[in-house]
């Protein structure tokens, strides 16, 4: 007996990739936590990124579990000093979409974010690679969460102290 096919619609995974962009631009940092199966990972290779695994290349942002709950955590106190008081962003989440491929589901889709700060303003353009799972209830949940910027350098100020 096989197993059962998972589906995900493109609908499914809009919903939830545009909740996630809503928790983000409001801050709400615990709600987007929760959106990440226990053990999820997050990364955030740097722009000169060429394909290397986890240990062979640099990388802005590379959090397993514990290391997300640990920014989280700082995020939302006063020893963020770069965000304290947090960012104004503004997510555009766009070409959205579903792939099912052998070892799960993948969503890709581009980004752009505008981030507001200390009088400046700064637009990061990039896209999403996520490997997600259906939880128990039928709840989309990252499991491994990827950001790639498209800038060939970022310009002066532009800070990753934020969520991409």
Aim: charged share 30%.
């Amino acid at each position: 007996m096989s197993a059962p096919t998972v589906t995900v619609t493109r609908e499914q995974a809009e919903d939830f990739l545009y909740q996630e962009a809503m928790l983000l631009d409001e801050w709400h940092l615990d709600a987007w936590l929760a959106l990440f199966e226990e053990g999820g990972t997050f990364e955030v290779p740097t722009t000169d990124y060429q394909g290397w695994d986890r240990t062979g290349g640099g990388f802005f942002v590379l959090d397993d579990w514990d290391l997300l709950k640990a920014r989280v955590k700082r995020l939302k106190s006063r020893k963020a000093h770069a965000e304290n008081p947090h960012s104004r962003t503004h997510r555009m989440v766009t070409n959205v979409r579903v792939i099912r491929g052998k070892d799960g589901i993948e969503l890709k889709a581009n980004f752009l974010i505008n981030r507001f700060r200390d009088h400046t303003h700064h637009t990061y353009v990039g896209r999403y690679h996520h490997d997600v799972a259906l939880n128990e209830d039928g709840e989309l949940k990252f499991l491994h969460r990827r950001a790639y910027l498209e800038h060939e350098l970022l310009e002066p100020g532009a800070r990753l102290s934020f969520i991409l």
